[in-house]
Protein backbone atom coordinates (compact mmCIF):
# COMPACT_ATOMS: atom_id res chain seq x y z
CA UNK A 1 0.00 0.00 0.00
CA UNK A 2 1.27 3.38 -0.51
CA UNK A 3 1.05 6.35 2.21
CA UNK A 4 -0.08 10.36 1.49
CA UNK A 5 0.97 12.56 3.91
CA UNK A 6 -1.23 15.69 4.86
CA UNK A 7 -0.52 18.47 7.03
CA UNK A 8 -3.35 20.64 8.47
CA UNK A 9 -3.20 23.99 10.92
CA UNK A 10 -6.12 22.86 12.60
CA UNK A 11 -8.45 20.31 14.35
CA UNK A 12 -11.53 21.51 12.33
CA UNK A 13 -9.70 21.22 9.18
CA UNK A 14 -8.11 17.40 9.81
CA UNK A 15 -12.12 16.58 11.13
CA UNK A 16 -13.49 17.57 7.80
CA UNK A 17 -10.63 15.52 6.12
CA UNK A 18 -11.86 12.56 8.33
CA UNK A 19 -15.13 13.20 7.19
CA UNK A 20 -14.46 13.12 3.48
CA UNK A 21 -12.02 10.79 3.10
CA UNK A 22 -14.23 8.09 4.91
CA UNK A 23 -17.07 9.00 2.62
CA UNK A 24 -14.51 8.08 0.02
CA UNK A 25 -14.40 4.92 1.45
CA UNK A 26 -11.38 4.89 3.38
CA UNK A 27 -11.71 3.05 6.46
CA UNK A 28 -10.20 3.42 10.18
CA UNK A 29 -7.33 0.97 9.40
CA UNK A 30 -5.94 2.96 6.64
CA UNK A 31 -6.49 6.50 7.96
CA UNK A 32 -4.35 7.64 11.20
CA UNK A 33 -3.92 11.29 12.04
CA UNK A 34 -0.68 11.92 14.30
CA UNK A 35 -0.86 15.45 16.57
CA UNK A 36 0.49 16.51 20.13
CA UNK A 37 -3.30 17.14 20.49
CA UNK A 38 -4.83 13.47 21.42
CA UNK A 39 -7.59 14.88 23.56
CA UNK A 40 -8.61 17.03 20.35
CA UNK A 41 -8.56 14.19 18.09
CA UNK A 42 -10.46 12.05 20.62
CA UNK A 43 -13.21 14.91 21.26
CA UNK A 44 -13.32 15.21 17.15
CA UNK A 45 -13.30 11.42 16.93
CA UNK A 46 -10.87 11.80 14.20
CA UNK A 47 -8.86 8.26 14.16
CA UNK A 48 -5.20 8.85 15.79
CA UNK A 49 -1.89 7.09 15.01
CA UNK A 50 -1.37 4.29 16.61
CA UNK A 51 1.87 2.92 18.72
CA UNK A 52 3.52 1.62 15.28
CA UNK A 53 2.57 5.06 13.65
CA UNK A 54 3.90 6.89 16.47
CA UNK A 55 7.01 5.03 17.67
CA UNK A 56 9.75 2.92 15.91
CA UNK A 57 9.08 -0.20 17.87
CA UNK A 58 8.40 -2.31 14.58
CA UNK A 59 11.51 -1.48 12.91
CA UNK A 60 13.83 -1.44 16.09
CA UNK A 61 11.96 -5.15 17.08
CA UNK A 62 12.81 -6.38 13.24
CA UNK A 63 16.32 -4.79 13.69
CA UNK A 64 17.25 -6.47 17.15
CA UNK A 65 15.59 -9.97 15.96
CA UNK A 66 18.33 -10.08 12.81
CA UNK A 67 20.89 -8.90 15.19
CA UNK A 68 19.86 -11.76 17.50
CA UNK A 69 19.58 -14.86 14.24
CA UNK A 70 23.28 -13.57 13.70
CA UNK A 71 24.09 -13.65 17.16
CA UNK A 72 22.51 -17.08 17.49
CA UNK A 73 24.21 -18.21 14.48
CA UNK A 74 27.90 -17.21 15.64
CA UNK A 75 27.31 -18.40 19.13
CA UNK A 76 26.06 -22.18 17.88
CA UNK A 77 29.42 -21.56 15.26
CA UNK A 78 31.34 -21.41 18.15
CA UNK A 79 29.97 -23.91 20.69
CA UNK A 80 30.24 -26.71 17.35
CA UNK A 81 33.86 -25.97 16.64
CA UNK A 82 35.21 -25.53 19.80
CA UNK A 83 33.15 -27.99 21.62
CA UNK A 84 33.06 -26.13 24.65
CA UNK A 85 29.80 -28.13 25.73
CA UNK A 86 31.54 -30.83 25.86
CA UNK A 87 29.24 -32.39 23.31
CA UNK A 88 27.66 -31.49 20.19
CA UNK A 89 23.94 -29.52 19.83
CA UNK A 90 21.93 -31.72 18.27
CA UNK A 91 20.32 -29.48 15.67
CA UNK A 92 17.15 -28.95 17.74
CA UNK A 93 19.83 -27.15 20.49
CA UNK A 94 21.04 -25.28 17.64
CA UNK A 95 17.30 -23.73 16.79
CA UNK A 96 16.31 -23.19 20.38
CA UNK A 97 19.87 -21.55 21.07
CA UNK A 98 19.30 -18.95 17.80
CA UNK A 99 15.75 -18.55 18.53
CA UNK A 100 16.39 -17.55 22.35
CA UNK A 101 19.15 -14.63 21.02
CA UNK A 102 16.64 -13.90 18.14
CA UNK A 103 13.84 -13.53 20.82
CA UNK A 104 15.57 -11.69 23.44
CA UNK A 105 17.20 -9.26 20.53
CA UNK A 106 13.85 -8.20 19.31
CA UNK A 107 12.77 -7.53 22.88
CA UNK A 108 15.97 -5.20 23.29
CA UNK A 109 15.03 -3.86 20.24
CA UNK A 110 11.23 -3.14 20.59
CA UNK A 111 12.48 -1.68 24.16
CA UNK A 112 14.54 0.84 22.28
CA UNK A 113 12.00 1.41 19.65
CA UNK A 114 9.42 2.56 21.91
CA UNK A 115 11.75 5.19 22.87
CA UNK A 116 12.64 6.89 19.23
CA UNK A 117 10.05 8.95 17.02
CA UNK A 118 8.71 6.64 14.12
CA UNK A 119 11.19 7.28 11.71
CA UNK A 120 9.23 7.72 8.95
CA UNK A 121 7.18 10.74 11.08
CA UNK A 122 10.49 12.04 12.12
CA UNK A 123 11.06 14.70 9.57
CA UNK A 124 7.48 15.73 10.62
CA UNK A 125 8.50 16.73 13.96
CA UNK A 126 9.08 20.13 14.21
CA UNK A 127 5.73 20.93 12.35
CA UNK A 128 4.29 18.48 15.32
CA UNK A 129 5.27 20.43 17.63
CA UNK A 130 4.12 23.64 16.23
CA UNK A 131 0.58 22.07 16.55
CA UNK A 132 0.43 21.24 13.24
CA UNK A 133 -2.23 17.50 12.31
CA UNK A 134 -0.14 14.88 10.46
CA UNK A 135 -2.36 12.55 8.46
CA UNK A 136 -1.32 9.62 7.23
CA UNK A 137 -3.83 7.91 4.54
CA UNK A 138 -2.96 4.44 3.34
CA UNK A 139 -4.33 3.34 -0.04
CA UNK A 140 -3.99 1.08 -2.74
CA UNK A 141 -2.33 2.33 -6.21
CA UNK A 142 -5.51 2.82 -8.05
CA UNK A 143 -7.29 5.06 -5.36
CA UNK A 144 -4.27 7.84 -5.58
CA UNK A 145 -5.58 10.20 -8.40
CA UNK A 146 -9.05 10.16 -6.61
CA UNK A 147 -7.46 10.67 -3.02
CA UNK A 148 -5.34 13.14 -4.01
CA UNK A 149 -8.04 15.19 -6.36
CA UNK A 150 -10.49 15.19 -3.05
CA UNK A 151 -7.85 16.61 -1.12
CA UNK A 152 -7.25 19.28 -4.04
CA UNK A 153 -10.78 20.10 -4.54
CA UNK A 154 -12.20 20.11 -0.75
CA UNK A 155 -9.13 20.53 1.09
CA UNK A 156 -6.44 23.06 -0.50
CA UNK A 157 -5.53 24.12 2.80
CA UNK A 158 -4.21 20.19 3.81
CA UNK A 159 -0.58 20.65 2.65
CA UNK A 160 0.48 17.63 0.73
CA UNK A 161 4.00 17.14 2.37
CA UNK A 162 4.73 13.37 1.00
CA UNK A 163 4.43 9.91 -0.24
CA UNK A 164 5.92 6.67 1.20
CA UNK A 165 4.78 2.90 1.67
CA UNK A 166 3.28 1.62 4.89
CA UNK A 167 5.40 -1.15 4.62
CA UNK A 168 7.79 -1.22 7.51
CA UNK A 169 11.91 -1.54 6.20
CA UNK A 170 14.30 -2.83 8.34
CA UNK A 171 17.07 -1.05 6.86
CA UNK A 172 16.06 2.21 5.73
CA UNK A 173 16.98 5.23 7.45
CA UNK A 174 14.04 7.16 6.16
CA UNK A 175 12.17 6.48 2.86
CA UNK A 176 9.65 8.91 3.01
CA UNK A 177 9.66 11.13 -0.41
CA UNK A 178 8.95 14.91 -0.54
CA UNK A 179 6.46 16.29 -3.08
Do not use: C
Not at 42 to 67: C, E, M
Not at 80 to 106: K, V, W
Request: charged content about 15%.
Amino acid sequence: MKRLFYLTDTIDSTEGVSNDIHAAGIGDWNFHVLSRDEAGLYTHHVHSANWFQKYDLLRSGIRGGLIGVGIGILVVIIFQITGMLGFQLPLIGMLATILIFAMFSAWVGGLVGIQTENYKVARFHDALDQGKYLIMVDIDVGQEAKIKELMAQRHPEAKPVGTDTSLVNPFAKSTAISQ
